[in-house]
């Protein structure tokens, strides 16, 4: 079913450079959801916001940028007010 999931709700090919800590490779967005909806809400692109809020449910992103200990301070203001 999980396979299934990915395929409906898409798959994007991650820039090296915004997950530079670790092997791209092996990175899956379901089970490291804040890891990438942090590393996107900071240092993304609009490709990557796109997919992002095609991926996860709005709760969820919301939820991230309320409670996340890692966010920068200007994207937390940013991406607080836009997920009022």
Do not use: C, H
């Not at 959801?33 to 692109?45: A, M, N, S």
């Not at 309320?66 to 920068?72: D, N």
């Amino acid at each position: 079913m999980a396979i299934a999931k990915k395929l409906k709700r898409g798959s994007i090919k991650f820039r090296p450079s915004l997950f530079w800590d670790i092997d791209v490779s092996k990175l899956d967005p379901d089970k490291n959801p804040e890891y990438v909806i942090e590393r996107i809400l900071d240092f993304g692109d609009d490709k990557e916001v796109r997919w992002m809020t095609k991926y996860f449910p709005r709760d969820r992103i919301k939820s991230v940028v309320q409670t996340s200990r890692v966010l920068l301070p200007k994207s937390r203001s940013f991406w607080s007010l836009y997920y009022r």
